[in-house]
DNA sequence: TGGAAAAAGTGATGGAAATCACTTTCTAAA
DNA sequence: TTTAGAAAGTGATTTCCATCACTTTTTCCA
């Protein structure tokens, strides 16, 4: 089913509606604490997108004008330098919104968002969103809320890139992916070493080397191309 | 005059009360915007506090419970490390607020604010602010566009610090200072060279010796400590 | 206003990691 | 299943800049 909407959207298709939107709405963090009625009332003005691997989804300089939802799928935000170095800002993945940034200040894309694998979003516009944050305010402040953690987060990468050596970049990233995927000591890295390169601000023959470097060191084991079994946790935080 | 707050302030005293808090709450960009009453209203929960040079307004870890607007003097927003190297976020002029972190997410500072000078802020406690969020959406709004403008600069900044060198970072600093104080081809560094090591990254002595460099290359002129004449704005954007 | 402390400047040196060049392994599409 | 093309691994080399050690200048406050 083509999707009606105005712009150029050949290769994205809108989806089964209701259930898809509700899904939508009611998965993500600033809108599930909503009244039944007032999550049924933003459904309406929610629609869906689909995107195949590759795609991308906005980029630097496009026009904002929607919130983003991810509903299916991974997106990966990044920015180029000035002297045009690709650099990843985080990965969005089920329940993760983007668009926001350019939807309350300039309304210019700052950034990047491309499809990792075949993904389904759900969108708002800007001016749809306002008139939602007037009428319900806490859904601002559970937006503020999110903010404040992106916001966190960016400032204390930004200090580690410039105060941490890489192998402290690398152990600190392995140890968050720990606390995520709690309990068990093997996940799976989220991301390509590439991407792993780029998002800790160094190059892919730097993580291979550091990682084998962990692993040759007692640290970790390095399982098929993803896999990553921690050996010694105590280990990993004293780098 | 002493401050009768509970907490230990014995290095901070209330000042002279309505017209401060006046000029807090109008001069700043998430409340002038709001009607007169409105404005009244939200100074009878506000409390002026000075600090000293010199002196911590919060720490990292410290529990948050205050949004602090500065309305004069300077402040110094640092984060250290996890090996334990300061770096530099930010530095709050006028009207700049500070504390909004910790407000929405887990109410533990990540940062160090420390008077950079003699400083005199506003403070509105969390719970009243939640209190005017919910009542006026408007001031979500408002800060909902600061955060954004701010995510975008520590991403940006982020970005920066793995895909530029210094001499480009230096560069960068300067062209902004030049469109912050518009028209003139001169103007002050807004931190000593040792601060603003810290902030673009880098050492004292790199922070030295990359100006010196741009200066015998005549980009720029080094005018008493602090003063920045550019000479080649084009060939400064070009590094 | 003099003097101590902090900031800034400068030279020499070392080291972490980028870059380059190439091989090997993986992956996904025909 | 085959096979191009991407990702990952590895060695050699280079470069940028941190670090160290010291001098000079500036700041500020007793």
Redesign the pocket.
Known sequence: MQCNCKHNCNHHVCSDENTSHRSCVSSVSIFNHLEDHQMDEIMKAVKSFSYK?GEIIYSAGDQSNSLYIVRRGKIRIYRLSESGKEQIVRILTLGDFTGELALFKESIHESFAEAMEDTDVCMITRSDLQGFLLRYPSISIKILNEFSKRLDAAEKQATSFVTE???KRIAMFLLECMDNHKESMEFELPM????LSSYL????????????QLEDAGYIR?I???GIEVLDLEGLQLI
Chains 1, 2 share one sequence.
Do not use: C, F, N, W
């Open positions: 691997k050596k890489v192998d390509s070493k590439k991407d601000g160094t190059t892919p023959e730097t993580i291979s080397r550091k990682l084998a390095q098929a191309s993803r």
